[in-house]
């Protein structure tokens, strides 16, 4: 009885993972993504459910490996956005300090101005992180599309305003 009720307790809070796994994908925020996932975690329940009846050894190892590869996928991801926020902290500072260095003149800049700062900020910490990085990732200012300009200004005046915040206190 002792290894049915172990079995079955493994089962069981496996299915309980994939299960909170299947309800936490946001449609919301890429519904084709999000579909293949969900298809993804579907089939691997229902795995799950049959190696579980059917007593098949086999069935729950493929089922292991593929936990595994997903096991994988997000430690990457996980690495991977670590290293987008190290990038994001560095063109701040980078901004700050421009921003300290001129004694707040930065406000006589333009918004281009601002923008392409920062997106040359963007591009030295993409040659970073990324030896051989896409075309449009490293794209000179008058080829970025115009939200891409607008937002590069939007994350200047933002990080200007902030610094001028904390040396007004």
């Known amino acids: 009885t002792g290894n049915i009720d172990l079995r079955y307790t493994g089962f069981e809070r496996c299915r309980n993972i994939v299960l909170e796994l299947i309800n936490s994908v946001r449609p919301e925020v890429d519904p084709p993504l999000c579909q293949k996932v969900t298809s993804l975690y579907t089939f691997i329940f229902s795995e799950l459910v049959h190696a579980n009846l059917e007593k098949d050894a086999a069935r729950l190892q493929k089922v292991i490996e593929l936990l595994e590869f997903e096991r994988e996928t997000w430690v990457m991801l996980m690495e991977k956005l670590a290293e987008e926020r190290a990038a994001a902290a560095a063109v701040y500072e ?58 590069d200004a939007d994350i200047f005046e933002q990080i200007e305003i902030h610094v001028r915040a904390d040396k007004a206190v």
């Open 94 to 151: 980078q901004v700050a300090a421009f921003v300290e260095a001129t004694n707040g003149a930065t406000a006589k800049l333009t918004r281009s101005q601002k923008g392409r700062f920062v997106a040359l900020c963007w591009i030295g910490q993409i040659y970073k992180h990324f030896p051989d990085p896409k075309p449009s990732y490293v794209a000179d200012w008058d080829d970025l599309p115009a939200w891409q300009q607008e937002t």
